[in-house]
């Protein structure tokens, strides 16, 4: 992390790259992928012209990440560790002007004149947690650092080299708005706001933006050669959405990892990394992201696990996994089971939670959570998938109690007591023979238990 100062700085020093549109990619590419960089050679997407209707009202952001989990979890304070590791920073959100400061940029798109004026970015922190900056106009209800934050603090760490699907979402509420984090389907994070601003007072022109556009995979004043060097994202991102609308609970749920098509109401922008489409968007009219400073790689066959053909006439769920259940519990894990769903064209897999986490998606109906804490108690949940993106609802919750890890008795216990005491007994009887023979008595050989 940079001092403050770098971070807060409102002077920028224009400069030109080498840009390449990210629509001039390689056929068979799937996924755009960042690499761990040197200070001041950073690889990045600059997005200046957000998908029309993006943010003029209720909106919802959807994309797909696979950050790098070969790299370590560290401080990211200077040094070659703020170019390699992911931070470990966990602030408590609003604790001071500058709480949010540690974090790798997976999206800069802050006003860096005035955080609260159109800022939204993207950061991971605590090691692989997620957190959504937005500045709508309002500091925040007054709290300290002048934006919103939703974020995954308590949740799942993304780094475990899988891919995730994330949906930020504001939806109105009254005069103001909910904004929503949502991860692989779940709801992870929720903040109110007291203003549903029109965004596009400061996207449309980047109005009070000391330089305009959002920067993907890097911070901005690095990515543009303000500062040297500041913590950025490395790995892949993939099927990037921009809705004019505010996706329901239960669509988002059931078909986060569903396709589309293009064509789908309220769908402004979709950025699919490949070059049958061009600007790697449909919709939205041109909102380009130009790509710089791209590694070897960086066009990735990589791709998310996404489902169905899109726009496809399959719109039933399956049925909701019944009679859950867990068998061999240990200290450090449970054997799950369920019965088969039913689907109208068939069941493709399941998606198995502990504690409303998200932690695997098998095709068989069982699985084996490992790794767990002795003596303490889970709650699981199951729901079905089809191939169309269809999901049923979760299951009811089974708890499950690991079992407790009894300690053995320490060695030498009553046992050895005794042995003491036979120690004590064998001094009394040696010493008492000792004073027989200095009085001239004799006495047979002893042993000594020991």
């Known amino acids: 992390m940079v001092t403050p100062l770098s971070r807060r700085t409102s002077h920028w020093r224009w400069t030109t790259f080498a840009v390449a549109l990210l629509c001039t990619a390689v056929a068979g590419a799937s996924s755009l992928e960042f690499f761990e960089n040197a200070a001041s050679d ?53 604790s001071s002007s500058s709480w949010w400061y540690a974090g790798n940029f997976l999206l800069d798109g802050h006003n860096n004149t005035s955080y609260s004026s159109g800022t939204f970015s993207l950061q991971f922190f605590n090691g692989g947690r997620l957190r959504w900056l937005f500045g709508d106009g309002a500091p925040a209800d007054a709290r300290s650092g002048d934006l919103h934050a939703v974020q995954n603090a308590s949740g799942a760490s993304l780094l475990d080299g899988q891919w995730h699907q994330v949906t930020l979402v504001r939806r109105q509420s009254g005069s103001g708005a909910t904004l929503e984090m949502w991860i692989d389907g779940a709801l992870s994070d929720t903040e109110t706001t007291s203003e549903m601003t029109d965004m596009r007072q400061w996207w449309n022109n980047w109005t009070g933006f000391p330089q305009a556009g959002w920067i993907w995979g890097a911070e901005k004043q690095a990515a543009l050669g303000q500062i040297t060097q500041y913590e950025d994202y490395k790995g892949n991102i993939d099927e990037l959405r921009f809705w004019s609308i505010a996706k329901s609970s239960t669509d988002i749920a059931q078909n986060y990892r569903a396709r589309v098509t293009g064509a789908e109401t309220g769908l402004a922008g979709h950025y699919t990394f490949e070059a049958t489409s061009p600007c790697n968007q449909v919709g939205g009219g041109g909102a380009c992201i130009n790509a710089s400073n791209l590694k070897s790689g960086a066009l990735s066959s990589a791709e998310p696990p996404l489902t169905g053909s899109g726009g496809g006439s399959d719109t039933s769920a399956p049925t909701v996994p019944a009679n859950l259940r867990a068998s061999g519990a240990t200290a450090s894990g449970v054997n799950l089971a369920w019965d088969a769903a039913t689907d109208n064209v068939g069941v493709a897999g399941y998606d198995l939670y502990r504690d409303g986490d998200l932690i695997a998606s098998p095709t068989a109906t069982s699985y084996t959570d490992s790794g767990l804490t002795a003596a303490s108690t889970y709650i699981y949940t199951v729901r079905a998938r089809d191939a169309a993106g269809n999901a049923s609802d979760r299951s009811g919750g089974l708890t499950v109690t690991t079992i407790t890890v009894t300690q053995p008795p320490p060695s030498g216990g009553s046992g050895g007591g005794g042995g003491g005491g036979q120690f004590g007994l064998g001094f009394i009887v040696f010493g008492f023979l000792a004073l027989l023979a200095r009085r001239g008595y004799s006495s047979p050989t002893l042993r000594v238990a020991r």
């Open 42 to 94: 950073y690889d990045y997407g600059r997005q200046n012209t957000i998908p029309a209707g993006f943010g003029t009202g209720e909106f919802t952001l959807e994309i797909w990440l696979r950050p790098d989990s070969s790299l370590p979890v560290g401080s990211t304070d200077s040094g070659t560790n703020q170019l390699r590791n992911w931070s470990n920073a966990n602030p408590t959100p609003y």
